[in-house]
């Protein structure tokens, strides 16, 4: 039961798992701890690669809305009541109809402009959604991991870090959790520590403010992560140079 909790903390399991699990909450402290931070760091997620749209464009969508004719609805071919409604329709009417006809085909080359620009804007969407969705997918496959654990750590300067860890996927997520920005171009560089051998580099934390990670393979057997400022791209020695934090990774 107890390996639920990163499946749960995502909605990834079904109804009956749910509440069973609902109710495994109610006797477990450590698997109500866990689903709550597991929780906490895919909201910060969710933050971090959130996107406001332009201000304008959901005037321009309700503008292409007000200016698409609407389809009539539809009758079965042959129906008497389409044969009467063609046979009463006046001279005027089909006069108006040709008007419309010419008008539309004059419009459709500006509003063809606006499709065309909103199918841009929806390319360069999906361009962006793509790659967030490259960088993002070891990150979902390692909190739905079942035995994904979290557990987060104090920086002495202020904020810290958000560790998730799977030792069945070998994987290891390090996640800004309000370290205070470095003068300079310098950046935050994380570390897997195995007893006294010398660090192993799990890479730069990528991205600015509070939901910047670096995720990386190979944990091992570390046993804790260390944290280090280094200059801009990381360590150039392969070792830390100014460690701010150390932390046991999640048990």
């Known amino acids: 039961m107890h390996t639920l909790a990163g499946a749960f903390a995502l909605d990834a399991v079904n109804d009956v798992e749910r509440a069973e699990f609902a109710r495994h909450l109610e006797q477990c402290e450590s698997c109500a701890q866990e689903v709550a931070e ?64 010419v008008v539309g085909l004059a419009a459709g080359g500006v509003f063809g402009g606006i499709a065309l620009t909103q199918q841009q804007e929806l390319n360069a969407a999906q361009s962006r959604l793509d790659q967030a969705r490259q960088r993002y997918e070891p990150v979902a496959a390692l909190l739905a991991a079942p035995d994904a654990k979290a557990a987060h750590g104090e920086a002495p300067t202020g904020g810290g870090v958000t560790v998730v860890l799977s030792r069945t996927l070998n994987r290891v997520m390090v996640m800004d959790a309000g370290l205070p920005a470095q003068p300079g171009g310098k950046v935050y560089e994380a570390w897997l520590v195995t007893g006294s051998a010398a660090p192993r580099s799990a890479g730069v934390i990528a991205g600015t403010g509070n939901g910047a990670l670096v995720i990386a393979d190979g944990v091992g057997t570390a046993d804790h992560v260390a944290v280090s400022v280094e200059p801009a791209g990381g360590s150039p020695t392969g070792a830390p140079s100014d460690v701010l934090m150390s932390m046991p990774v999640p048990a």
């Open 38 to 101: 597991l929780r906490a760091t895919a909201a910060r997620l969710g933050a971090a690669m959130a996107e406001e749209p332009p201000p304008e464009f959901k005037d321009r969508v309700l503008a292409a809305m007000h200016a698409t004719r609407q389809l009539p609805p539809r009758t079965r071919p042959g129906s008497p009541e389409r044969h009467r409604r063609t046979a009463r329709a006046p001279r005027w009417a089909v006069i108006v109809s040709a008007a419309a006809a």
